[in-house]
């Protein structure tokens, strides 16, 4: 039988569909909705085999913090409510059919790629459920990426729309831009502009930094600050060997009676 995998990028759907609330201590709604969602997803996709993959709450920045300590230095904490509504809404998902995997020691993000790689290397079908871009760097012709909310794929077409670079691209796209939103800083002075104009001129950050070719307007910003280039560029990259521990069989989903 063919295989069809979806990953639910479990915080950041409940995150979503929790701030979108009116009242933001309604757990109970956060359940019926984010439940709601996943029906229609299920609905949508016809999976053979689903997860749903949650950061443990109590690990730190993870290995990203070690090599850049900026990194997601100031990000806001789960709302107590939420946090405190976690294992429900984890028993609420299983009830639909869908078990829940929770990283510990890696970011959710790093299972999500060693797992969407894994089956999507033998062939098989993949979408990942998220409207996380850093996803799109995994897009192969059997693995895509879903934004539910804007009801839209995150293909190689919006990547080339949105970014001007290959999907294969975006970890040096990012290791020369950062992304303000982790604290992750890139090359100072090299903006989605600029890093575009490289990347079309060189496949990565590397070859750029080779190359006699390099402009002069970027070559004194790439001498004075390859290192942090090379380190936003490592933690911008999902990692995919990461242990699972489980197999394929365990994750095949069988719709509630």
């Not at 939420?82 to 294992?87: F, I, S, T, W, Y």
Request: aromatic letters at 8%; one cysteine or more; hydrophobic letters at 35%.
């Amino acid at each position: 039988m063919s295989i069809h995998l979806v990953i639910i990028d479990a915080l950041n759907l409940i995150r979503r569909v929790h701030s979108a609330q009116p009242d933001q201590n309604d757990i109970a709604r956060t359940i019926t909705t984010t439940s709601r969602t996943l029906s229609r997803i299920i609905s949508e996709s016809e999976p053979t085999h689903i997860i749903a993959v949650f950061d443990h709450h109590l690990q730190d920045r993870g290995w990203r913090a070690e090599i850049l300590p900026s990194y997601k230095e100031n990000r806001k904490p789960m709302p107590e409510p939420l946090l405190k509504g976690l294992d429900a809404i984890q028993q609420a998902w299983w009830e639909l059919g869908i078990d829940s995997l929770l990283s510990d020691g890696d970011e959710a993000d790093d299972l999500v790629a060693t797992l969407a790689v894994k089956v999507a290397s033998h062939g098989e079908k993949v979408t990942i459920i998220s409207t996380d871009k850093g996803y799109c760097q995994l897009l192969s012709p059997t693995l895509q990426i879903r934004d539910y909310f804007q009801h839209r794929w995150l293909d190689e077409p919006f990547i080339q729309k949105e970014f001007g670079v290959k999907p294969t691209q975006l970890a040096d796209y990012w290791g020369l831009t950062g992304v303000s939103s982790s604290q992750v800083p890139g090359i100072p002075g090299v903006g989605p502009k600029a890093a575009k104009e490289i990347l079309t001129q060189f496949e990565d950050i590397e070859q750029a930094y080779a190359s006699q070719e390099l402009a002069p307007k970027y070559r004194k910003k790439f001498d004075e600050h390859i290192e942090s280039a090379r380190t936003c560029k490592q933690v911008s990259a999902l990692k995919i060997d990461i242990e699972l521990g489980f197999n394929l069989q365990d994750l095949r989903f069988t719709p509630p009676a």
